[in-house]
């Protein structure tokens, strides 16, 4: 039924005539009701090169579009996910992410051997867009090592890697002394990642941990190296994502001035963060990724609905200090759909808030270098158009999506 309705929208308020130049299609977009921040306002859009015009001088229009009263809003994005990297079934994921109306992924952690041959996916107007650290930087012991140890295991590395040593490097920075960063900065500079993931789990036990292989796969970076890597990132014009599992280690990343805290802490330990660190963490503008669905994973254990009531606590405390927060879901077999259905259903933020969240912060976090995520003049002209208002109903909104353009391409 979808494709009907586009089909049936595109042939009949579409006027169409010859480009200005091959391949390129100037238009004009009118009675639209476009996403302003906070409302929306009807409005007549250009789009000029692929990006987005206010002003009618600036563009001869090829394409009108009548949107007919719809609503356009920024596409949305997946600030934490892991499932770009392997050619499993990656049309598919790809195909889930656009059909929902997400354009932009971030991947916390990849392989670049991996990933380089799939790189023609991605970053391009018919495709979505990702954002990349590459390998993480963790503790001797730390995690992700487990994970790649049981991924050579399984064969997932077959005809890259060898053996565990083999992948240091390519699927972790092992970083135990500030002479560890500095002798492999360079190394790490030269994979070309987009920023710097930094892995601190149980930070608070770090000494018990560092040296018991029980624990072998969960632990981090000591937390007194963090301030080091957080300025190495920076005086590299690089930001840096924590990965963080306790409030302790929330505290640490906070208090050490990262960008970004990868997930909402206690998600599987059920404690609260201290609202201290929340209020700084606003202060500094401190990007965090909420990844609560995370919590759905422990249905099994008694104590579930607790840790979802302290899942809605701890969110609160980042929503009262006013810490900007972003969609992510880190579900290696969903995205940020599933991310905001759960967010949705804790009623702990508004239409506006969610929209905001899912639209604007999650793609300026996953690309902050790119003017995406705003419906503003001189941003790049992606956008989707909605039958209905979602700041009034909200609730299956990536399944009200009548039109999307990416780039200036609209996207079967």
């Known amino acids: 039924m979808k494709k009907l309705l586009l089909g049936l929208l595109l042939t ?18 009118s009675n639209g009701y476009w996403f302003n921040g906070s409302d929306f306002e009807q409005r007549t859009v250009w789009i000029k ?28 994005a997946e600030a934490h996910n892991h499932n770009l ?42 495709g979505i867009d990702i954002s990349m650290a590459h390998a993480p930087l963790t503790g001797s012991g730390g995690h992700p090592i487990a994970l790649r140890k049981r991924f050579l295991g399984y064969g ?9 040593e083999d992948i240091e490097s390519h699927g972790y920075y092992i970083i135990d002394s500030e002479q560890d960063l500095n002798n492999k900065w360079e190394q790490i500079l030269s994979f070309g990642p987009d920023f710097i993931k930094i892995n601190l789990l149980y930070s608070e036990e770090y000494e018990k941990r560092k040296n018991d ?29 924590a990965h963080v599992a306790t409030s302790y280690d929330f505290h640490v990343a906070i208090t050490s001035g990262v960008d970004e805290v990868a997930h909402l802490p206690e998600i599987h330990n059920g ?29 099994e254990k008694p104590n579930y609905q607790a840790l979802v009531a302290n899942v809605r606590s701890n969110l609160e405390i980042l929503k009262e200090a006013g810490v900007v927060m972003g969609l992510g879901s880190d579900m290696y077999n969903d995205n940020s759909v599933g991310e905001f259905q759960l967010l949705h259903g804790l009623e702990v933020f508004s239409n506006l808030e969610l929209l905001k969240m899912w639209c604007e ?21 992606s956008f989707l158009v909605l039958d209905k208002n979602p700041l009034e109903d909200i609730e299956d909104v990536n399944q009200n999506i009548s039109l999307k353009i990416k780039q200036g391409k609209i996207l079967d």
């Open 156 to 164: 997932h590395f077959d005809g890259l890697f060898k053996t565990l």
């Open 49 to 76: 090169d692929g990006i987005l015009s206010f002003s009618e001088k600036a563009v001869q229009s090829d394409t009108i579009i009548d949107l007919e009263g719809q609503y356009v809003i920024p596409p949305f």
């Open 213 to 241: 292989t029980t624990f072998f796969g969960k632990k981090g970076l000591n937390p007194d190296l963090v301030p080091a890597i957080v300025k190495k990132a920076h005086d590299s014009n690089l930001r840096v994502s």
């Open 271 to 299: 404690q609260p963060i201290d609202p201290k660190d929340a209020i700084l963490a606003a202060e500094q503008g401190t990007m965090v990724v909420t990844t609560a669905s995370l919590v759905t994973k422990n249905k």
């Open 12 to 29: 009949s308020v579409i006027i169409s005539c010859k480009p200005s130049k091959p391949g390129q299609v100037q238009m004009q977009l």
């Open 361 to 381: 912060h999650s793609a300026t976090t996953t690309l902050p270098y790119r003017k995406v995520g705003f419906l503003q003049d001189g941003y790049e002209a």
């Open 85 to 126: 990297e392997s050619d499993y079934e990656l049309e598919k994921r790809i195909r889930s992410y656009l059909d929902n109306g997400v354009f932009y992924v971030k991947l916390l952690s990849s392989i670049k051997k991996r990933i380089d041959p799939l790189m023609h996916h991605y970053n391009k107007p018919t």
